[in-house]
């Protein structure tokens, strides 16, 4: 069974600065892997698909990477800013397009 | 397009009432997933749907819980009879069958409060 685990769990840092987080899996036998982001008592946005045969994906202040042959994945945050702050989520897809999220990383970015 | 139309957006209702969550996907998509939040548990997938036939329900918490999805624009998650326990906040998401190619789309969810 694929189980997703994402460090740290919470995370707080000053306006500007570049961060990662971290993402794992246990079984490298994955099709892609999607980024979201949480905010509060909201739904959850995509951010970034990477599929399984590209090694990083961008998006604005955001890059993600993938190593599918050590089950991981990190998320970059280049300049962060307050509007930065909300939860991350990594998810793996499975075979039969199913999903499996992490436990997610909640970020607070302090003006 | 308005996305994946979840509602209602919050509800609150009395232990042993019958609860009927629904949700519309985005048009096209040929699959639909029902998600549970919790902050013990994180997001766990309940029951997806392929072309509208139920594939894996294996996440399904007890017989309280069904799911049907009668035609592609429509899914309902049930609850009967609801217990305190259930009070989560329940995410629809729906994706092409290539779903790995272009990503899940996400519901705004439904805020479940069971008294």
């Known amino acids: 069974k694929q189980e997703v685990t994402q460090i740290p769990a919470a995370l707080s840092v000053p306006e500007g600065e570049n961060l990662v987080l971290n993402c794992s899996f246990t079984d490298s036998a994955i099709y892609n892997l999607q980024w979201f982001r949480q905010d509060p008592g909201k739904g959850l946005t995509s951010l970034l698909l990477?599929?399984?045969?590209?090694r990083e994906q961008t998006s604005g202040r955001l890059n993600a990477s993938l190593d599918k042959s050590s089950g991981r994945s990190t998320l970059y945050i280049a300049a962060s800013q307050p509007g930065d702050s909300a939860t991350y989520l990594c998810a793996v897809f499975n075979a039969g397009n199913m999903l499996t999220f992490g436990g997610g990383t909640r970020l607070m970015v302090k003006p | 397009d308005a996305g994946v139309i979840q509602s209602p957006r919050h509800e609150v209702t009395e232990m042993g009432q019958e609860v009927t969550l629904r949700c519309k996907p985005i048009?096209?998509?040929?699959?639909l997933f029902w998600y549970r939040q919790t902050m013990m548990r994180g997001l766990e997938l309940l029951i997806y749907f392929n072309n509208n036939v139920p594939i894996d329900d294996s996440g399904m918490p007890e017989d309280r819980f069904s799911a049907k999805m009668p035609n592609a624009s429509f899914s309902t998650l049930k609850i009967q009879p609801s217990e305190p326990r259930d009070s989560a906040v329940y995410f629809c998401?729906?994706?092409?069958?290539?779903?790995?190619?272009?990503?899940?789309?996400f519901g705004s969810g439904t805020r479940l409060t069971v008294v």
């Open positions: 990477i599929q399984s045969s590209q």
């Open positions: 048009s096209g998509h040929n699959s």
């Open positions: 998401a729906s994706s092409s069958i290539a779903g790995a190619i272009h990503g899940y789309t």
